[in-house]
């Protein structure tokens, strides 16, 4: 029977603890072993979006890194909102809203694997005009957008005219925005009471059509003919002083 030698024996021994060591310090802390990096790098690179905000669904009321990642690629976009906490609420579902519109997908909202997909290809709405600062309606695509020079800055989900008929002080019209370039000549820095209800700090563009603040603003077209946007947006319009009056507002 062959005898180790004592020195060779303790370096196996050395060895086997060692590796037993590492093992029991990845199984302390559940972590995998980790692969090589040049073989990670490339999955990385070829699709840094999904290493942010993975394969599962977002929705209101998530929390958490992925929305956080979720929130600062919309706001690189140009799809406006306040801040990226990290939190799924009220703006950041208008600003899916937007990206959805912009990329003709389903507009519910949440983050599925065609979202993904658009925020992985960077989708942005174009410009109707291409010179000066613009405010542009487009109510095809239903969204709301900050232009200037014909680079698309800031980009807000909005609700035009319904097209529906409706009665106000006894006479019956059409929800409808109608398109065409205007002028901003009128802001109420307030809530503004009128016949149809109450506007946000609403600034007039076209006779008692506004572009305004309200507390619904569906993906879908639903109002009397103004442009809503939220509250929070309308705030930053007036902040931005691009809604200032005599500032340029074309429908199309």
């Keep these: ?18 590796i037993a060591l590492a093992a029991a310090v990845a199984a302390g802390t559940g972590l995998a072993a980790a692969a090589p990096a040049s073989a990670a790098a490339p999955a990385a690179r070829e699709n840094p979006a999904a290493f942010l905000w993975g394969a599962s669904e ?3 009321g998530d929390s958490g890194r992925e929305v956080e990642a979720l929130q600062e690629r919309l706001i690189e976009l140009g799809y406006w909102i306040d801040a990226p906490d990290g939190e799924f609420g009220g703006n950041t579902v208008q600003a899916v809203y937007a990206l959805q519109k912009a990329a003709g997908i389903a507009r519910d909202g949440i983050v599925g694997p065609d979202t993904r997909k658009a925020l992985d290809d960077g989708v942005r709405p174009s410009a109707g005009s291409s010179s000066g600062d613009v405010i542009e309606i487009d109510l095809e695509r239903q969204l709301l957008l900050v232009v200037s020079d014909g680079e698309v800055q800031q980009t807000f989900n909005t609700s035009t005219g319904s097209g529906e008929t409706y009665e106000s002080r006894g006479e019956e019209a059409v929800a ?12 109420v820095d307030a809530w503004d009471p009128g016949p149809l209800g109450s506007l946000y700090r609403p600034k007039y563009f076209n006779g008692g059509i506004a572009v305004h603040g309200y507390p619904s603003v569906p993906p879908v077209p639903a109002s009397h003919g103004c442009a809503r946007v939220s509250l929070a947006a309308m705030d930053w319009l007036w902040e931005s002083g691009r809604l200032d009056n005599g500032s340029t507002v074309l429908v199309r």
Excluded: K
């Excluded at 005898?3 to 060692?18: E, I, K, L, V, Y």
């Excluded at 409808?176 to 802001?187: D, E, L």
């Design 1 to 18: 029977m062959a005898t180790r030698s004592p020195g060779r024996f303790a370096r196996s021994t050395a060895r086997a603890a060692a």
């Design 58 to 60: 977002l929705r209101a």
């Design 176 to 187: 409808v925005t109608p398109v065409g370039q205007y002028s901003v000549f009128r802001g």
